[in-house]
């Protein structure tokens, strides 16, 4: 008995030391960011002529991708959870897919795709040149690598809905519209902030599609991730401290998630 | 017992592969292949890596490992590893900085290039000089983070006396990126996405059959020194003094003037 119970340990010990490698792996870099960086080179940073523009223009750009996405991607989300053919399978793919897509390669998609090449170049006048280069590109980029975060999100969200609640009231006569907006809407509603949260940091991150596809001119295509590259060039400080800044909007943004997804679950087991 | 004598087994069947690793492990360090690593602005790729085939062929044990980026990127990687043996960087002002923080030693100037503009070879484009350069619709230009971006301003600056004082605004107000490397202007360039660009010569010389050329006149133009170092704590110092050599050598400088590079002493006002 005695003998299983030390061998117990010592597996369990194995584990251990395996799952804090990979723990200290994930945690040291942010704690050096952090640490390696004072409280005058932070705020010096934020002065920094770069920070400021990219910064506005990463929260309004980020938040008109979201907007996009969660008005396109719900209705989406919500045909895919009610199809079960094989065509809904197939698309459920295809709306993932940049998940698995490396963001440069989006952004030379993108480039071709929308830039004077692409099937699109006789919308714009010649002074006007095409979508590429601008902050519309900007807001595409984002919404191109985001909304799979949503979509994924808002799927597994709709999914949780039990199936005899749609059958009930389509029986009753609910409309379509009613479905989704009276009873998939509200009863997804907390999985569907979590998937928002989710897209929105996932845009404001963006980097390498926006790189290749926008360009990097501050005020109108500079993210913030673009003014830390840039500044990488010229003042690491900088670059720290406008990474630190990012840093803290993700993880207020993470914090967002995790709440919202302890409502969900609290509000799925109260409704069962 | 089963699982005692299946895990022996597995150890046995791994002992030969253990074995073999090993060995092999061995095999190379007694022909010692070398890597001679090379951290290079983004606009040497193509004739470094030229010179890198003939470098090998002096040196077979030796494989030329590059990492091309823009300069202040490289530079900012060095100061924070020291996996290099040399830096080539394409100005002064970054190596002499490497230099000064002791990470790089003997900076030499082994070529010059001259900024030039680029036209999409388009039929519709209109641009026949750099005077008119304010008349394109879209320009993209370095950022003034990187070397061609800082030429670019310091040109702008330059003709904005000769050509009046609107031409640096009137340009500044058509610039519609400001690229991290000399690449991505080229690219934004011959996609057509720009109408203008400026890039070094040589750049433009390789993308012949997509952008057109377009000479910035000498009064305004600057010439880009490219300087090259050897890291203090290189792990090959010989080799990197080779490869310094070979670059600085007759046959090396023929290479750098058939891409289109000018020659280190080569002077402009």
Redesign the interface.
Known sequence: MKRINVGHRAQTFALGVLAALLLAFLVIPIGCLILGTSWSQFWAGLGHPLASPALKLSLWTSALALVIVVTLGTPLAWLLALGRGRVSHLVETLVVLPVVIPPAVAGLALLLAFGRQGPFSNWFSEERGSLALTTSAVVLAEVFVSSAFFLQAALAAFRRIDARLLIVARSLGASPFQLFFRIALPLAGPGLVGGAILCFARALGEFGATLMFAGNLQGKTQTLPLAIYTAMESDLRAAQALSILLLAVALALFFGVRFAERRSHASVEGRL | MKTVARRKFAALSLAPLLGGWVGCDRGAADTEQRDLIVFAASSLREVFTDLSHRFMAQHPEVRVTFNFA?T??LK?QL?HSTSADVFAGADREHTAALVRAGICQGLVVFATNEPCMIVPLTP?SQLANFSELPNA??I?VG?P??PIGRYTDQILERANKVLGSEFRARVLAK??????NVK?VLA?VS????EAGIVYRTDALLAQDRVGILDIPDEFNVLAEYTLATLTKAKHPTLARDWVELIRSRAGQSVFARFGFLPPSETKP
């Open positions: 823009g202040g990127e900012t100061e519709h619709a879209r993209v950022a983070e990187v610039i519609v990126s400001r690229e991290l991505q934004k996609l057509g996405e720009a």
